[in-house]
T-cell receptor, first 109, second 112 residues
Framework: RKEVEQDPGPFNVPEGATVAFNCTYSNSASQSFFWYRQDCRKEPKLLMS???SGNEDGRFTAQLNRASQYISLLIRDSKLSDSATYLCVVNGGSYIPTFGRGTSLIVHP | DGGITQSPKYLFRKEGQNVTLSCEQNLNHDAMYWYRQDPGQGLRLIYYSQIVNDFQKGDIAEGYSVSREKKESFPLTVTSAQKNPTAFYLCASSIFGDGELFFGEGSRLTVL
């Protein structure tokens, strides 16, 4: 089993839709969790940190479920500009960030 | 402005040549990382360093070498032993133990 797993998609949704991605991790000692956004041929950029209590930033909501070992990202009211690859990052007990393969999102008019 | 600078942005090399990719940060971060990304794939860890003068192999270190003589600098050498070096290389840094990564703009290496 891979350490961090994501459905690669692509998720193809119309503008205004709500879309959710999940990411599962295998190391129960993992300490911190993040979602990054990566545009085509660019470096990843931090979208959100994921806290135990969950957190929200505008249209984006991230949640952590330690019991089931997954994190989620919910995007409401999708915009064309949300089209990108969303990378899940898990920081294990050794403080080495491990990336999921990424989930591709395509928002169409 | 603080950040990470990678150079060159684009690099072409002939088979059998070693190349060195530069990575410099002025964020005063202890930890630095090199990742490789192939088309349609996630990031795979090549090497990482959590302190000056120390570094560890990641998942795909074969054919690569690094040094960490200064806190600010973590150059990556792609050697001729790397069988398939064409890829997008990303350098990142973080405050040790925090996990939030700051990335450079990447170096795109093409072997001709």
């Amino acid at each position: 089993r891979k350490e961090v797993e994501q459905d690669p998609g692509p998720f193809n949704v119309p503008e205004g839709a709500t879309v959710a991605f999940n990411c599962t991790y295998s190391n129960s000692a993992s300490q911190s969790f993040f979602w990054y956004r990566q545009d085509c041929r660019k470096e990843p950029k931090l979208l959100m940190s994921v806290y135990s209590s969950g957190n929200e930033d505008g249209r984006f909501t991230a949640q952590l479920n330690r019991a089931s070992q997954y994190i989620s990202l919910l995007i409401r009211d999708s915009k064309l500009s949300d089209s990108a690859t969303y990378l899940c990052v898990v920081n294990g007990g050794s403080y080495i960030p491990t990336f999921g393969r990424g989930t591709s999102l395509i928002v169409h008019p | 402005d603080g950040g990470i600078t990678q150079s060159p942005k684009y690099l072409f090399r002939k088979e059998g040549q070693n190349v060195t990719l530069s990575c410099e940060q002025n964020l005063n971060h202890d930890a630095m990382y090199w990742y490789r990304q192939d088309p349609g794939q996630g990031l795979r860890l090549i090497y990482y360093s959590q302190i000056v003068n120390d570094f560890q192999k990641g998942d795909i270190a074969e054919g690569y070498s690094v040094s960490r003589e200064k806190k600010e600098s973590f150059p990556l050498t792609v050697t001729s032993a790397q069988k398939n070096p064409t890829a997008f290389y990303l350098c990142a840094s973080s405050i040790f133990g925090d996990g939030e990564l700051f990335f450079g703009e990447g170096s795109r290496l093409t072997v001709l």
